[in-house]
């Protein structure tokens, strides 16, 4: 079986960005939110609701079917792999994404791949985000 | 700052609309925060004009440990207060620190008046000057709204700093909104951004900042984290938040009721913190960087149409000095009403505590005729909020002379039309929600800002038993405090998790961001940082010896019974003598 994260429990969300802040620590060894797979943003202001960004773990991604050199491969379960050293960071991906779910690291010139490792589900106080297990 | 050797500042010049940054090593010693505020501020000040001079400056800092550690969200204003015409220094969380960090700024300095209504918009590598111009007159909403359009690439990484009509009509208490819930409340900061024709700020972030050591950096964020979340250190703020001290302070005898003649409210039970969770809390949140999450947000209906059942529904943030302020110092029992009054003071842009102190005074004056009808043009008696809610409007619009003096606080308006004895100020501040004891009272009158936060000197208080009073030792432990609160708002940590950042582990948050400090570098930085605090004071003509508190302290007794004045006086003389002690030590 594989994992996936699943989303639905945002009303629960205190904006706290723990998740973004692990996220981009520990998969991109970098204090910047810029940098997460994850992102949380107020929709219509503080007062408003808070919304997610994440990969929904696609069985069958867009972002990979875009992807001119088959830098991303499909991720068991759902989602994709980056194979980096295919990736020539024409950023098709992150346009053929209708979720926005794919980041882009400028400095590294590559799309920022949400692997499901379920830091973010760890850190968040809330139960906010889940990881599930789902068939490979 | 993090990893560097510099502190980075960022000058605005709103006048000519130019910018420069510059990297100050020297700053370093100074941590941060407060720290580096304090000498930027006593760089820029210019204390022979009046506080809202064009010329003065506006600052703000946030710390070296800001946003890659829990907790640590806030960021510190410094200015000079058009309240008390003294050191203005104020704190907010929201998203600044963050955005703050993430721009790569980690001081800006404001100075001079633009020439018509700016915004000022701020990200990693462009400062614009935006035209306000429609927006001046407008609510705060309005604001957050235009900025959310402007800067919709930064959604999710940009933070709003905007004042309402208070602010631009220069009211001596208006307050700064920052993300909507979050203020630099106290002392007036509104008012300056007035006066400098600066509406808001929006800042977006959007530099990388590379870890150097994972390992370390990691292993030191998860225990915090896990301090700041499994541990009870933070549950009081997080579950009822501070509303909760409601009930025990007035039990204590130490809630200040009815403009302070009482030290109880016979309605305790029903504005409790309890009380608000269960009939209108609807939401918490959090600043960024914070899994705590202390932002309590009620909710109300109201009516807005005599006919055919038409509501409104607003949501409002609520705290403990709210309640107090809006709440048991003008005798309104009922927490809807609270929230509603809540609401009136946040659209105008004004701070909650001195809003409501202020109308404390002036339901008093009107009762002791020494204000008239005329001149508050609705009547004003405790516990009836719709007067207080429009009485909030004259404040902001200066709605005839009386209305003009109470928008400079409640010391000038009682210069003004007497009332001196039961005007609840402390050195022009009003005061907070504490009647403990000496130590909350002498605490803000020696304290740097004269807030209840310069020292805590209600839990000092809380810690003493009764007849036990020994002005050494509370002179002692107010000045012990303060100075260590100049090393936490250095880093600028939230307060509420000044449990969770005890010494050692502000030391291992540093030594895992390769920053070697010692515990002795912590102590001698906050010395540094309050020797500057009193040599700003000094400059712009504060006398610790001239200090004269109202009379309605000594006469309402507090949590330790009546307070005597004589023994307040000896105990700020003896901080007086303390504080001469250590400021020559710090120039040995």
Redesign the interface.
């Known amino acids: 079986m594989a994992k996936v994260l699943r989303t639905g429990n945002m009303s629960k969300c205190?904006?706290?960005?723990?998740c973004v802040?692990?996220c981009a620590?520990?998969n991109r060894?970098?204090?910047?939110?810029?940098?997460s797979c994850i992102?949380?943003?107020?929709y219509g202001?503080?007062?408003g609701k808070l919304v997610e960004t994440v990969c929904h773990a696609c069985r069958e991604p867009a972002c990979a079917a875009a992807c001119p050199s088959n830098a991303l491969t499909l991720r068991k379960g759902g989602g994709v792999t980056l194979e980096k050293d295919q990736c020539i960071g024409c950023r098709r991906c992150q346009s053929a994404c209708i979720i926005n779910a794919v980041n882009f690291d400028?400095?590294l010139n590559e799309p920022i791949i949400c692997h499901h490792c379920g830091l973010c589900v760890r850190?968040c106080?809330?139960e906010c985000l889940s990881v599930v297990e789902v068939n490979d | 700052m993090?990893y560097q050797k510099t502190v980075r500042v960022l000058y605005i010049d709103m006048q000519a609309k130019k910018i420069r940054i510059v990297e100050r090593e020297d700053l370093k010693q100074y941590i941060g925060g407060v720290g580096v505020a304090s000498i930027l501020l006593e760089e820029n000040m210019r204390p022979e004009l009046p506080p809202l001079d064009p010329a003065q400056p506006i600052v703000f800092a946030i710390g070296g440990l800001s946003?890659?550690y829990?907790v640590i969200t806030k960021t510190v204003a410094m200015f000079i207060s058009p309240l008390t015409g003294e050191l203005g220094e104020s704190y907010a969380g929201?998203r600044m620190a963050?955005t703050m960090?993430?721009a790569g700024f980690d001081a800006i300095v404001i100075y001079n008046k633009a020439v018509k209504p700016t915004i000022l918009s701020i990200s990693a590598n462009d400062v614009n000057f935006r035209d306000a111009e429609p927006l001046w007159g407008t609510g705060k909403?309005n604001v957050?709204?235009v900025v959310?359009a402007f800067e919709h690439k930064h959604?999710?990484?940009r933070s709003t700093i905007r004042i309402g009509p208070g602010g631009e009509n220069q009211v001596a208490y208006a307050c700064v909104t920052v993300?909507?819930?979050r203020h630099f409340g106290r002392l007036g900061l509104g008012a300056v951004f007035g006066s400098k024709y600066l509406k808001a700020i929006s800042i977006a972030?959007?530099?990388?900042?590379?870890?150097r050591n994972?390992q370390s950096?990691?292993k030191t964020?998860r225990e915090i984290?896990e301090r700041c979340?499994k541990s009870d250190v933070m549950a009081k703020y997080h579950d009822t938040g501070t509303p909760i001290n409601v009930e025990p302070l007035n039990e204590a005898g130490a809630l200040p009721t009815l403009n302070m003649r009482q030290n109880r409210f016979e309605h305790a039970d029903k504005v409790s913190g309890e009380a608000f969770s269960q009939d209108c809390l609807v939401r918490?949140?959090?600043?960024?960087?914070?899994?705590?999450?202390c932002?309590h947000l009620g909710q109300f209906r109201r009516e807005f149409a005599a006919h055919g059942h038409e509501y409104e529904t607003i949501?409002v943030g609520y705290d403990y000095e709210l309640i107090f302020a809006l709440g048991t110092f003008l005798g309104l029992s009922d927490p809807k009403e609270i929230l509603e009054l809540i609401e009136e003071v946040e659209l105008a842009g004004l701070d909650a505590m001195s809003a409501g102190v202020v109308l404390g005074w002036a339901t008093e004056a009107l009762e002791k005729g020494l204000v008239t009808n005329e001149d508050t043009i609705v009547p004003l008696v405790f516990g009836s909020y719709k007067e207080y809610c429009a009485a909030v409007h004259y404040i902001v619009s200066g709605e005839n002379e009386f209305y003009k003096n109470l928008g400079r606080g409640v010391k000038y308006a009682s210069e003004v039309y007497g009332g001196q004895s039961f005007a609840m100020h402390v050195s022009g501040n009003e005061m907070a929600g504490y009647h403990t004891g000496y130590g909350s009272l002498v605490g803000a009158a020696v304290g740097a800002r004269h807030s209840h936060l310069c020292n805590g000197g209600y839990s000092v208080d809380q810690g003493m038993k009764d007849g036990n009073i020994d002005p050494d030792k509370i002179a002692d432990a107010l000045l012990a405090e303060e100075v260590e609160r100049c090393m936490l708002n250095s880093l600028v940590i939230c307060l509420f998790a000044r449990k969770v950042y005890d010494r050692g582990t502000i030391l291992s948050a540093f030594a895992a961001i390769g920053e070697n400090m010692t515990d002795d570098d912590l102590t001698a930085a906050a010395r540094r940082i309050f020797a500057t605090k009193l040599r700003i004071k000094k400059a712009l003509g504060f006398r610790l010896r001239s200090v004269k508190l109202p009379k309605r302290f000594f006469e309402t007794p507090s949590m330790h019974g009546q307070l005597d004045e004589a023994t307040a006086y000896e105990i700020m003389a003896k901080y007086q003598e303390k504080i001469t002690a250590l400021e020559s030590a710090v120039k040995g």
């Open positions: 205190i904006g706290c960005f723990s802040l692990v620590a520990f060894k970098s204090h910047s939110i810029q940098k992102k949380i943003r107020t202001g503080v007062s400028e400095d850190y106080p809330h | 993090i946003t890659i829990p929201g963050l960090f993430s909403d957050g709204q959310r959604s999710g990484k993300d909507r819930y972030g959007g530099r990388d900042i590379p870890i994972f950096y990691f964020y984290f979340t918490k949140l959090s600043c960024s960087g914070c899994p705590v999450g932002i949501t």
